[in-house]
């Protein structure tokens, strides 16, 4: 499921490096990444003087692709790390609606990974899930469906990652 987080991006900012996202309690999300302040401090990223403000920052660094897909990669990853471990669709749903309100759910379903996955979640506490992060991760899963092989859909590109369908993304060459 790694490549696949290529569509949390597109899900993000549609691949905008210079996108930002509505002004939040947390503060103004910017980048491809769509990284609040405190994460992408926490990350190791510069915030700009115009940090605060709906406006393109190029001093921010969270318009730096490299530098903020390292950051968000960082990001994803340490939530992999947590009770979120079971399912990337928890991750994405972590990603989006903040880790700590997703983990606290998560704590109260069984610790089994086959009982703590998104569709469980979904089962036990949809009430707690917003609307927001409930499309959030349906349009990544239907992203990363097409995008697995455009042409099954009617689409007329190439696959966006370069894989052929039935391809293994994490499986390496001999």
Request: glycine share 8%; hydrophobic share 40%.
């Amino acid at each position: 499921m790694v490549a696949e987080f290529f569509y949390l991006a597109l899900q993000e900012s549609k691949l905008d490096p210079e996108a930002i996202g509505p002004s939040t309690r947390s503060g103004v999300p910017k980048g491809m990444w769509q990284l609040i302040p405190r994460t992408a401090e926490s990350y190791g990223l510069r915030l700009g003087p115009l940090q605060g403000e709906r406006q393109f920052d190029p001093s921010d660094e969270r318009h730096d692709v490299a530098k903020a897909t390292a950051a968000a990669a960082r990001y994803l990853a340490d939530i992999y790390t947590t009770d979120a471990q079971a399912s990337g669709l928890l991750v994405m749903a972590a990603y989006n609606m903040g880790e700590p309100r997703v983990l606290s759910l998560i704590r109260s379903m069984p610790e089994s990974p086959s009982e703590r996955n998104f569709w469980a979640l979904l089962e036990q506490h949809r009430d707690r899930i917003p609307e927001e992060t409930y499309s959030y991760v349906y349009r990544i899963v239907s992203a990363a469906v097409i995008g697995a092989n455009p042409g099954l859909f009617g689409f007329e590109f190439e696959p966006p990652l370069g894989l052929a369908p039935g391809d293994n993304p994490e499986k390496t060459p001999n």
